[in-house]
């Protein structure tokens, strides 16, 4: 096949890439299963089959957000790297063939000059020291390299020190943030974070469209997938919505500067800052549709990228911060509608209630992505249950070498 398989020197140990040994075709192959077993029942009540995964054609430094836990290490010095598959004991690495290449060298610095100038690392059994993680997240289309301290308290010692240091020894760095999380959890992130040097936010863009990143926002990690992965939402939203039954590429050549305004009316749930519903309205524009585009999250801090987002991309769009489960409820109770209804909920999926009010309002299509099969395959029950039918489903890998694997499924309503 001509797919050379990589070999990692922390493999058998390290908890992160527990695929790695296996040829990436094989890769797919077994994901493409793990779908059809789930869906393929679900697809084929209506004669549906399940497209080919889509696989990237380079399986490598795909991630864009890196990691690491600290903890002490001999002496004065801090260690750094990944947790051991199934515990937290951390093995070291120079570097990670996932990660985009200028992580690795960032976190591991973190430690050796958190080593250097004193800074204790965060001994997890006793709930003392200092610094916990850091997260690094790199541009995929933009130059920008944001880096998060992760401390058990407000400041660090020598702070001042510390990010004159790590500025000299990366350059790239284009913001430093520190993140205040003092309770004993394995959540990385606390709630209040504090910029120490640089930019406020960084940027990326997908798909044509720029976004603004916090450092505490939800932002896909492979970003070269999510194109993908939002292609595929774009095109189920858009596809057929005119009343030729034509997509809408193929039936915008057509359209008459006097035909009546041709809106659309769409809802993205679990919307993150906004990105899968920008990116859809950015190419509804181009084609001279008329989106009228709501989004919901429960995060107050990804509601506000996404009005920044909607804002420094030129598109109307209203964005809510509320539970989705309760806000579709106050929708349907209300009489609304939307054409389509995108949703793009957790690993846990969504919930009955927001599933019978989708159904309720969803006057054409509902789109939903997912990053767990299991979770959806239950869901789409529901929704099959409720007068909707499947029209396509695709998988996608974003996480290769793992066994992760997410899904956009198409439906529309019924009869
Ligand atoms: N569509 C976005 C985000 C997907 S991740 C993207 O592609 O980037 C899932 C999102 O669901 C997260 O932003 C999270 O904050 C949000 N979320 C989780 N539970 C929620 C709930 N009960 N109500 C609303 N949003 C929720």
């Known amino acids: 096949m001509g797919y050379k398989t990589p070999t990692c020197s922390i493999a058998r140990r390290c908890g992160g890439c527990e695929w790695l040994s296996v040829p990436y075709p094989i890769q797919l192959k077994r994901k493409q ?21 889509r696989g990237m054609d380079e399986p490598l430094a795909y991630r864009h957000k890196a990691a690491t836990p600290f903890a002490p290490g001999k002496g004065r010095t801090v260690r750094s790297g990944f ?6 004991q951390i093995i070291a690495s120079k570097e990670c063939l996932v990660e985009d290449g200028r992580a690795r060298a960032i976190l591991n610095d973190v430690a050796y000059l958190a080593g250097q100038f004193n800074i204790h690392a965060y001994q997890e059994d006793r709930g003392k020291g200092a610094l916990r993680h850091a997260v690094v997240r790199c541009g995929y289309a933009t130059d920008d390299v944001m880096l998060v301290l992760v401390v058990n308290g407000q400041r660090l010692p020598h702070e001042q020190e510390f990010i004159a240091a790590l500025r000299k020894a990366h ?29 406020t936010s960084m940027s990326d863009k997908l798909l044509n469209c720029t976004f603004e990143i916090g450092p505490t926002s939800f932002y896909q990690t492979n970003p070269q997938q999510t194109e993908a992965l939002y292609q595929l939402a774009i095109d189920g939203a858009l596809a057929g919505s005119k009343q030729t039954g034509a997509t809408l590429t193929e039936a915008s050549t057509q359209t ?9 009316r769409i809802l993205d749930a679990y ?13 509804a524009e181009a084609q001279g549709v008329n989106l009228l585009l709501t989004g919901v999250d429960q995060v107050e801090n990804n509601i506000q990228m996404a009005r920044r987002n909607a804002r420094n991309n030129k598109l109307e769009a209203e964005f809510i911060c509320d539970d989705a489960t309760r806000y579709m409820q106050a929708l349907a109770k209300d009489g609304q509608n939307f054409d389509v209804i995108i949703l793009d909920p957790p690993r846990a999926g969504s919930t009955p209630a927001f599933l019978k009010a989708t159904a309720q309002l969803a006057q054409k ?45 198409v439906l529309s309503r019924a009869n």
């Open 83 to 88: 947790y051991a598959s199934g515990t937290h």
């Open 365 to 409: 299509k509902i789109v939903y992505v997912s990053c767990n099969v299991v979770t959806q395959a239950r869901d789409l029950k529901v929704l099959l249950d409720s007068g909707f039918a499947i029209e396509r489903v695709t998988p996608v890998d974003m996480f290769p070498h793992t066994k992760h694997v997410e899904c956009v499924v």
């Open 271 to 283: 919307c993150g800052t906004g990105t899968i519903g920008l990116c859809l309205a950015h190419v």
């Open 171 to 199: 350059p790239e760095l284009t913001s430093i943030f520190l993140n205040v999380n003092q309770k004993r959890t394995n959540a990385i992130l606390g709630r209040e974070t504090r910029l120490l040097w640089g930019s």
């Open 256 to 264: 008459d500067a006097s035909a009546p305004a041709n809106n659309l």
């Open 33 to 53: 299963a793990q779908v059809e077993e789930l869906l393929a029942p679900l697809a084929s009540i209506n004669n549906v089959t399940i497209e080919p995964i």
